[in-house]
Structures are given as structure tokens and as C-alpha cells.
Nanobody, 115 residues
Framework: VQLVESGGGLVQAGGSLRLSCTAS????????MGWYRQAPGKPREFAAR???????TYAASVNGRFTISRDNNDNTVYLQMDSLKPEDTGVYYC??????????WGQGTQVTVSS
């Protein structure tokens, strides 16, 4: 499985960005796709995930501001980020997980929120 991300950039606090991630290759019908992020000097942390059955989970820090969705027809997951804060700045990584050993990371996309 390969992941290609897009949609990062620079935005002012209070603004919005939408990230996309498309998976290709040997896609399992039962999988979980999600987003993690890493701020400078900090470990990578979970942001949001969605199962192929559309069940969603959010980190407390983004709940109510970010919305994760997916299109199973083209294996794409989206992260709509609203009311962005400077502390949301970091590299955002797409993740694909399936049982039987599949755990793949995207290359990362930079999100910068200015105050």
C-alpha cells in the first residue's frame, strides 16, 4: 500500500485547511485510515481516524474542530480542519492500517498556523 498526501499549507489562526490522502495498492476491505501529527521537538501524536465502516475517533485536542471523512470508492481520506490554532502547527501524516500486518505512513504534509 502506498499513500499520497496533499493539502497542507500556511493559514492564519481561525482559518481552515483540508488535507487529502489517497491509498493505492493492495487495499483491504476492512481497514482504518487516519491522521497523526508531529509538532517541532515533540513526538508524533494521534489526531483522528476512520474505519472503512465510517466509525470515527478524534483526539480531544481536535474534537469539534476537525472532521475526518473518507471515500471508499477511491480509497481517499480527508481531514477538514477548521478554527485552526497555532498549536495545530506541525507535519501531518496519513496512516493506513489493516489486520495481518499492514501499517503504512504517508510522507507527511506541513501545516503552519500563524497567530
Amino acid at each position: 500500500v502506498q499513500l499520497v498526501e496533499s493539502g497542507g499549507g500556511l493559514v492564519q489562526a481561525g482559518g481552515s485547511l483540508r488535507l487529502s490522502c489517497t491509498a493505492s495498492g493492495s487495499i483491504s476491505s476492512g481497514n482504518v485510515m487516519g491522521w497523526y501529527r508531529q509538532a517541532p521537538g515533540k513526538p508524533r501524536e494521534f489526531a483522528a481516524r476512520i474505519t472503512s465502516g465510517m466509525l470515527t475517533t478524534y483526539a480531544a485536542s481536535v474534537n469539534g474542530r476537525f472532521t475526518i471523512s473518507r471515500d471508499n470508492n477511491d480509497n481517499t481520506v480527508y481531514l477538514q480542519m477548521d478554527s485552526l490554532k497555532p498549536e495545530d502547527t506541525g507535519v501531518y501524516y496519513c496512516n493506513y492500517y489493516q489486520a495481518a500486518g499492514g501499517n503504512v505512513w504517508g510522507q507527511g504534509t506541513q501545516v503552519t498556523v500563524s497567530s
